[in-house]
């Protein structure tokens, strides 16, 4: 006799037998097949959808593209889809690379010389993805040994995904097959390509883009904005990272086994030192007009550290820097605004006293001396204490804050007065051709291991605040970053075989028993991949120091 249990799903309870998979079960919740589900949520655990229900007493949410874990799913299975399609158009050697997310979108190439990407070329793409699509081609997961695994990807031309098998701490891998062709993916799929029906493909750069379903409208394509300065960066980057010959962690992994990695830290850290010496000569060649240096970026991107080393830089090029925090400008805490969860909104522009930051600026720079407040948060409030301020010739402010990219903050300013620099931590390196490390991983790792290291705050309270911290820079940040005159990437090829050491210690202190499970375990899934690294040959005026400890600048 088949054995029954049952199983709550958002509160309300189901009986199922053994044996039942998660796909069923959706079928039961929502009358029939929902092609919006991407993966189950059992508890604090995720679940592919094609996995057998267990009877673990915990409740079951099912996730669509409006959750990030739903949306990461999809963005998968439609990569799966798109290289499959490739390679029944150019042959099952062609190599498809998918190398980093550009406004919410997959910018990808085809790394064979004599393919050229065409509107027909990519009108045909799609036309064999939707054949998979329309045909709801199952995705099956098969497991194999590492040496299998291995030579069943070199006959797809894969040699990256083999090299990276070979750092496996484990005996089997995942495989997962659509229509004969077999791909490597660190995360979970859809069941079939029919769960991937809303995507276009489009011409961008030297390849094309996957424009993606809505997060927030999920039935609508998500609005592409050509965000032609990042994406300037990332092309710069990808020269730079073949030129290296590290292009990912397969090569990383090489380095490191073959005793060179204190040559590639050192590698990278003077071509940041390059760039930040070119930012400070820009600046120098306007020293005349430039009266203020405006410097903005997510969490975790390095700011603090690359403002002193850009003053360094400036005193060398006989210009004396002034750091005014914007912070010193909040109003009133009594009076700043709540958000729509009813905490106070100190990332909300309103949270700034914006007329009395420009009054002050417009005065300095006309040569007036200033008093500058200073923000008392044990008080809430904003206080004086005969901190008076005057620019000199040869003088110039360095002004860091979340809104200095926001024309709205120097409204009163001449733009022929302000120099404004976006810093982010742009990753640099991906797991393999078709595998990327997301920006906001790598920046979510540095925050990890910096609040731990300096303020005690555990990996579960960094990783359940990060949504919070991420809305507020979606809405606050990014949407100014154009408006940069520059843009610094302060990613590094080497940073996450150093944090790996730091971190891994930290999220194995998650358990399943807390919400953070699946960020957690998802992180600690991809830098398996990662051989560690020796943190010590990190030189003291790095980014980096600035989240191991050990920095020169007061950080």
């Not at 998968?76 to 158009?89: D, E, G, P, Y």
């Not at 497991?143 to 701490?169: Q, S």
């Not at 731990?452 to 990060?466: C, D, E, L, P, V």
């Not at 940069?484 to 194995?508: C, G, H, M, Q, R």
Request: with cysteine.
């Amino acid at each position: 006799m088949t054995e029954k249990f049952k199983v709550t799903v958002e509160g309300k309870e189901y009986e199922v037998t053994r044996g039942t998979k998660y796909t069923e079960l959706s079928c039961m919740v929502y009358g029939g097949k929902n092609y919006d589900i991407m993966v189950a949520k059992h508890g604090n655990r995720l679940k592919e959808m094609e996995s057998c229900v267990s009877p673990d007493g915990e409740d079951i949410k099912f996730l669509d593209v409006t959750d990030k874990d739903g949306m990461r799913v999809y963005h998968r299975t439609i990569s799966l889809v798109m290289i499959r399609a490739v390679k029944s158009l150019l042959g099952e050697r062609a190599r498809v690379a998918i190398e980093h997310s550009i406004n919410k979108s997959l910018y990808c190439e085809i790394r064979d010389n004599d393919v050229e990407v065409t509107d027909e070329f990519l009108y045909k793409v799609t036309e064999k993805m939707n054949e998979y699509i329309k045909n709801d081609t199952p995705i099956i997961k098969r497991t194999y040994k590492i040496k299998d695994a291995k030579d069943i990807v070199k006959r797809f031309d894969m040699d990256d995904k083999a090299k990276l098998f070979e750092y496996r701490r484990t005996s089997n891998v995942n495989l997962y097959e659509l229509d004969g062709f077999f791909d490597y993916f660190y995360g979970y799929m859809a069941p079939s390509a029919g769960y991937v029906s809303l995507f276009e493909l489009k011409l961008y750069e030297n390849g094309f883009i996957i424009i993606m379903p809505d997060d927030k409208n999920p039935q609508q394509i998500n609005k592409f904005v050509d965000y032609k300065k990042i994406s300037a960066v990332f092309m710069e980057q990808m020269r730079w990272i073949n030129l290296m010959g590290v292009d990912n962690v397969s090569d990383l992994n090489d380095v490191i086994v073959n005793g060179k990695f204190n040559e590639l830290v050192l590698i990278n850290e003077a071509l940041h030192e390059k760039k930040i010496a070119e930012i400070a000569d820009m600046i120098n060649k306007r020293r005349d007009e430039i009266k203020v240096v405006m410097i903005a970026g997510p969490s975790s991107s390095g700011k603090t550290t690359f403002a002193n080393r850009l003053m360094v830089q400036l005193r060398v090029n006989g210009i004396i820097p002034h750091v005014i925090s914007m912070d010193n400008y909040f109003i009133n805490r009594d009076e700043v605004p709540f958000d729509e969860y009813g905490k106070r909104d100190f990332e909300n522009l309103d949270s700034l006293d914006v007329e009395l930051f420009n009054s002050d600026l417009l005065k300095l720079i006309n040569g007036e001396t200033v008093e500058l407040p200073y923000y008392n948060f044990v008080t809430g409030k904003r206080e004086y204490n005969g901190n008076f301020i005057n620019l000199k010739e040869g003088e110039i402010f360095v002004i860091e804050g979340i809104h200095g990219l926001n024309d709205a903050v120097t409204t009163s300013i001449p733009d022929k007065n302000k120099f404004k620099i976006f810093i982010s931590a742009m990753t640099q390196l991906n797991i393999d051709n078709h595998n990327r490390i997301s920006t906001s991983d790598s920046r979510l790792i540095r925050r990890i291991v910096r609040d731990n290291q300096f303020r005690g705050t555990s990996a579960q309270k960094t990783i359940s605040t990060w949504n919070y911290v991420t809305r507020g820079e979606e809405n606050n940040i990014f949407p100014f970053q154009e408006n940069a005159d520059v843009i610094f990437n302060s990613a590094t090829v080497y940073e996450l075989a150093v944090l790996k050491t730091y971190i891994e210690p930290l999220l194995f202190k998650i358990d399943s028993s807390m919400p953070e499970f699946a960020t957690a375990e998802r992180i600690i899934k991809f830098l398996d991949y990662f051989l560690g690294a020796n943190p010590d040959i990190v030189p003291k005026n790095a980014i980096m120091k600035e989240f191991l400890g050990g920095s020169c600048f007061d950080v």
